[in-house]
């Protein structure tokens, strides 16, 4: 599914349904007018394996704003004003492969928002966070 550039504001939580939408793999958002990532908006998308979100106006990404996604292996978020992640936000992300999160407002980042992240040793993740406003690496829980 490609809604790239257009001025979309808001995914209703539903609009993607497991069961519907099973064989999605691919989800493209880039260049829209996104706030936000809630909670349950791309839940249990058992096939998914790509989402790119980059380019929107994303300040904030809910506690399992992707949940249930177990093939997604690619998640870019670049070129947003995200400044705040909360904990858990990529939890079970199992074989994420690539995260990009470069050109955001990010002034702080916990290990803790990649719960059970990347966990099977063949599958190594890379994370781009360059060109953000990172203060503080921490390892505690912010944000519950």
């Given at each position: 599914?490609?809604?790239?550039s257009?001025r ?7 609009l ?25 908006t791309?839940h249990?998308l ?6 790119i979100?980059a380019?929107?106006?994303?300040t904030?990404?809910?506690t399992?704003?992707f949940?249930q ?5 690619t ?15 990529f ?5 994420l492969?690539k ?5 955001n ?14 966990i ?16 503080v ?8």
């Amino acid at each position: 599914m490609n809604f790239e550039s257009n001025r979309i504001s808001d995914i209703p939580q539903n609009l993607f349904h497991k069961n519907v939408h099973k064989n999605l793999y691919d989800i493209r958002l880039s260049h829209n007018r996104l706030l936000m990532v809630k909670a349950g908006t791309f839940h249990g998308l058992m096939r998914l394996q790509s989402l790119i979100l980059a380019g929107n106006l994303i300040t904030e990404i809910e506690t399992e704003g992707f949940k249930q996604l177990p093939r997604l292996s690619t998640l870019s978020l670049s070129s947003n004003k995200i400044g705040y992640i909360n904990s858990r936000a990529f939890k079970n992300l199992e074989n994420l492969q690539k995260l990009e999160l470069q050109f955001n407002q990010l002034r702080e980042l916990s290990i803790h928002v990649f719960d059970n992240c990347s966990i099977h040793w063949e599958n190594s993740m890379t994370l781009n966070i360059s060109h953000n406003n990172i203060r503080v690496l921490s390892s505690y829980i912010y944000g519950n």
